[in-house]
């Protein structure tokens, strides 16, 4: 099954090292296919802001933009879809924001949920965390063999997610699509870690 990508930028302010537009523009240059903005600090006022300044520069490219958490932000920016956790609004309830066009995405985090996440009529599902990572204070993630096994039951495609870096991304690349938020942002050449990560 194909993801409608292969690699997210998870684009978040406080993790780039650089300008976040230009952190933006050259993860393009290096091949990522998809945007999710994930600002958990930001109002929704702030967050359609934000998406204002970001969809121009996603619609030139050609890259689509996903909201986190917000589908009335997505709904109201037309963004191109929504992704929600387990303890966020239900996909379904989603689904009905957005509407029937839009992406609508879904973490999981065991197999359990992953072969649950048919059944809520999402585009994709995020699992992980499949490495360590201090963006979600996780000190040992579940490992590529459990990614392996999440997609042998999943009935919708997976997103790899968590701790994926430019140094580790080959044990999963070609596992599932791969969705990545400090591994580019805090890079210091954010096109190089995207190329990177895809093996281009």
């Known amino acids: 099954m194909n993801t409608p990508f292969r690699l997210c930028l998870i684009l978040t302010q406080k ?7 230009d952190v933006l523009r050259a993860a393009m240059q290096g091949g990522i296919d998809c945007v999710q903005i994930r600002e958990k600090n930001m109002s929704s006022a702030q967050l359609f ?3 204002e300044i970001l969809l121009p520069i996603c619609r ?3 890259v689509p933009l ?5 589908p009335e932000v997505a709904a109201a920016l037309d963004a191109d879809g929504v992704h929600v956790g387990q303890d966020d ?10 509407g029937p066009d839009k992406w609508v ?13 048919a059944e809520m009529g999402v585009q994709y599902a995020g699992f992980g965390p499949v490495f360590a990572t201090p963006t979600k204070d996780v000190k040992e ?9 999440a997609g042998a039951i999943s009935r919708v495609p ?9 140094e580790n991304a080959w044990m999963v690349r070609d596992r599932a699509a791969m969705a990545v938020s400090a591994g580019i942002c805090a890079a210091k050449d954010p096109a190089a870690a995207a190329a990177e990560i895809l093996g281009d």
């Open 60 to 62: 030139k490219n050609s």
């Open 158 to 166: 997976l997103v790899a997610i968590g701790g994926i870096l430019p």
């Open 89 to 98: 609004m239900h996909p379904e309830d989603a689904r009905k924001i957005v």
């Open 141 to 149: 993630g579940l490992g590529p063999e459990f990614l392996a096994a």
């Open 15 to 21: 993790l780039c090292v650089r300008d976040p537009l």
């Open 66 to 70: 996903v909201i986190n958490d917000c």
């Open 105 to 117: 995405g879904v973490s999981t985090h065991n197999l359990e949920q992953a072969d649950e996440a």
């Open 49 to 51: 802001e934000w998406g």
